[in-house]
T-cell receptor
Framework: DAAVTQKPRYLIKMKGQEAEMKCIPE?????VFWYQQKQSKELKFLIY????????QIDMVKERFSAVCPSSSLCSLGIRTCEAEDSALYLC????????????FGEGTRLSVL | TQTVSQSDAHVTVFEGDSVELRCNYS??????LSWYIQHHGHGLQFLLK??????VVQGVNGFEAEFSKSDSSFHLRKASVHWSDSAVYFC????????????FGSGTQLTVMP
């Protein structure tokens, strides 16, 4: 089955600690997106990779996050210094470049910052 | 600026009822419109999308949506809901060219009573 895999499912960090979550995109997909979702509300776009290169990201990611796709089969999203407001579900999605196929989403990593 | 509005935060119906979840958007160019479903604690699952052609599109599990350019709407409908349809439903838009970077509405929690 087509799938985007995210690890870990749950992550607990203390305020000030570093956090890292991983995403394995669907095989053959060249675009990877990260979204942040708080309390089952709307998803907030964070960053977009095409062929492992970041093409668009919001200011918050530039300032406090680290995001890379070292290979076509693995991407990671990190938070350098966790804050309470970072507690959220982080969703990764992937899609083929252009085309008609809608993106697939992973199950997400739920980060709790204590 | 693209925006997506889902005016109903909560909709409650009984099993077997029909339901319509509303979505309005604003964007001046060509766009893809899509609907996703999110069960509690999980990622998003794609339901259906529209770009051009027949304004009524069929999706999975008996869902359909109708595009209206004059109303700037893309409402989701189902003729007879099941308790398992209880979830949060998100409407999303993306530019037709380039990436599948999505802008989401705030979501509608659908509760189906037995």
């Amino acid at each position: 089955d087509a799938a985007v895999t995210q690890k870990p499912r749950y992550l607990i960090k203390m305020k000030g600690q570093e956090a890292e979550m991983k995403c394995i995109p669907e095989k053959g997909h060249t675009a990877v997106f990260w979204y942040q979702q708080k309390q089952s509300k709307e998803l907030k776009f964070l960053i977009y990779f095409q062929n492992q290169q970041p093409l668009d990201q919001i200011d918050m990611v530039k300032e406090r996050f680290s995001a890379v796709c070292p290979s076509s089969s693995l991407c990671s999203l990190g938070i350098r210094t966790c804050e309470a407001e970072d507690s959220a579900l982080y969703l990764c999605s992937s899609s083929p470049r252009g085309g008609n196929q809608a993106p697939l989403f992973g199950e997400g990593t739920r980060l709790s910052v204590l | 600026t693209q925006t997506v509005s889902q005016s109903d935060a909560h909709v409650t119906v009984f099993e077997g009822d029909s339901v319509e979840l509303r979505c309005n958007y604003s964007y001046g160019g060509s766009i893809y419109l899509s609907w996703y479903i999110q069960h509690h604690g999980h990622g998003l699952q794609f339901l259906l999308k529209y770009y051009s052609g027949n304004p009524v599109v069929q999706g999975v599990n008996g869902f359909e949506a109708e595009f209206s350019k004059s109303d700037s709407s893309f409402h989701l409908r189902k003729a007879s809901v099941h308790w398992s349809d209880s979830a949060v439903y998100f409407c999303a838009v993306s530019r037709s060219s380039g990436s599948w970077q999505l802008i989401f509405g705030s979501g509608t929690q659908l509760t189906v009573m037995p």
